[in-house]
């Protein structure tokens, strides 16, 4: 009888997607090196304080463990903040500009149902050290070339910044229950619930309530929500944001990155310790974004490193998916070479496999203990002999028996 | 730009069968959207315009923003009570002023809600109820019932129930009163966070026709 001895929210993967798996992240790795990222390993776990304290992410959704002497430990929800910390503890001057790049498990929405995926694969890099808008820039262009690198075409990256709305907040009076409020209601673009909420706040001068309404319809091409923003940008810091934005633009105008660049101010990331420019890639046919990152220039500082950083990370998973739907793998594995050999000759089989494999193919033998049609048959119900050369062992010569 | 965006434009939206579904083709109709083999008794669920453009599916309508969530769907109209429920990372566009009501808690008569007394709570709508009560430190029990839930106080389930009121006569034959409103459900038009990036051009006409009819039915 089978029992179902799956465990929800978690993956296997094996046969081609193993090998597709590690074919994304040797090329991502090779890249990121190229650009000078160094890679690093990060530990499973977390202190669980570091995610709590600020609110950095909801803490229903972390896995949470208590060591041995008490410390409350989390499967990390995500790379940055350990690499961060990774970052403080060995390179203590803050001047020091600090690449690295990372591929590891990441754990989230515990509280969600089983079947809501718990464990995913992340690869990106993280850059301290660096606060000018090229730095940004050079980020947002990696993130980009990290994508087309598998011969994706349609690619759409949101990019915003967490200071414009967030400036126009700070002027408003608002306790934090409602800023909070109505920040999610400008993120969810709910124009009518920002009506109603802005409709009982009295002290919110009729200027602030326009300029909020048009907040959620800040999106769209470049150049035309540059201009609205011109409009908008009523304090200094909001003008600040804006001529950052514009420069991180100009970069990637100057690279070429230019089409594939959409603004939108209203929106934020998962995790709440960004600072400065946030951005998110969406594919085609997708319905969640493949890849985010962004400006976290006070998160280092909790480590006792006052070190400005910029970084992204890309999904993995979600990355296999999307190239397996589009047929974006190289089909180039050779046939797999199987030896099917009566048992006096497995000096000769043995001997023979071991040149194969020694030729870089992969080579396997059985003996014959019932006729080559029952023994190839029974390996035939695994997918993984499904691209494979059948070989005949018999007075030491070998003839193609089968092919699939 | 163009070769940017996904070659494969055509619009989905997600749509609760009856009166919402109704009113939705009649805006999409103003657009130049027509759709020769709707009609309100047929029993297909899939209908695309005479441009094929624009694609509507008829769903149940606690599935609208599982379809707008997942992609499935670009645009979805649904209630905000089914929203509130079951919370979905969708864009809450706009409010749409069909299909108004009120979520109420309602009871017999002579319920008193006490504040030192646990309240037992019946409803369709339990994180909705449990929201409201949480709210003014009022200690509750709640039982989720599918359908039919003004039978809980008659047979002692429990004390009140909150749910949907739009005439309250059905409230009325059972001996029951609204005892306090507590929100104002209207319908809601979502959107997919990618789509709304990635088919702005074909979506953003059809928002801005919703907004005027909402508005010029306001006026």
Known sequence: MLANYTIDGFENIKYQGFGQLKYIEERLANLFEKYGYCQVEIPTFENYEFYSSDEAINRNDLFKFISNSGKVLALKPDATLPITRIAAINHHDPEEVVKFSYQTNIYKDFSSPDSSKKETTQSGIEYFGNSDPSCDGEIITLALASLELFGIKNIHIDLGHVGFINALLDELYLNKNERDHLFNLIENKNIGDIKEFLETKENISEEYKKIILKLPRLYGKPEDVFKEMETLAVTPKMRTVLERLQSVYNYLCSVGAKDYIHLDIGFTNRMSYYTGIIFKAYLDGVGESILSGGRYDSLSAKFGIDRPACGFSLDLLLLLEYLNNHNLFPDNSDPKIIILYPEEEREKAFSLCSDYRNNGRSAEMFVLNHSPEIVTNRLLKNPHYKNSEFYLLKDNNLTLWQKT | ?219
């Open chain 2, 1 to 219: 730009m163009a070769e940017n965006i996904n070659s494969n434009q055509t619009l989905y939206i997600a749509l609760a069968k009856g009166r919402v579904a109704q009113k939705a083709l009649e805006v999409l109709e103003q657009l130049g959207f027509e759709f020769p083999d709707y009609s309100k008794d047929s029993r297909k669920l899939v209908f695309t315009d005479k441009s094929n453009r624009v694609s509507i599916f008829l769903v149940k309508s606690p599935d609208v923003p599982v379809y707008v969530e997942k992609g499935t769907a670009d645009l979805g109209i649904v209630g905000r009570d089914i929203l509130l429920e079951h919370p979905a990372d969708v864009y809450e566009l706009l409010n749409l002023d069909f299909g108004q009501c009120q979520m109420c808690i309602a009871g017999y008569p002579d319920l008193e809600i006490k504040f030192n007394k646990k309240l037992t709570v019946a409803s369709k709508y339990v994180n909705i109820a449990k929201n409201y009560f949480d709210s003014i430190d009022q200690p509750a029990e709640y039982i989720y019932l599918g359908g039919s839930v003004e039978l809980a106080p008659v047979l002692g389930l429990s004390d009140c129930i909150v749910d949907i009121v739009e005439t309250g006569s059905t409230l009325k034959e059972n001996g029951l009163i609204v005892k306090k409103p507590i929100l104002d459900i209207s319908s809601r038009l979502i959107a997919n966070k990618v789509s709304l990036k990635t088919k702005n051009e074909v979506i953003l006409p059809i928002i801005n026709r919703f907004e005027e009819v909402t508005k010029d039915e306001n006026n």
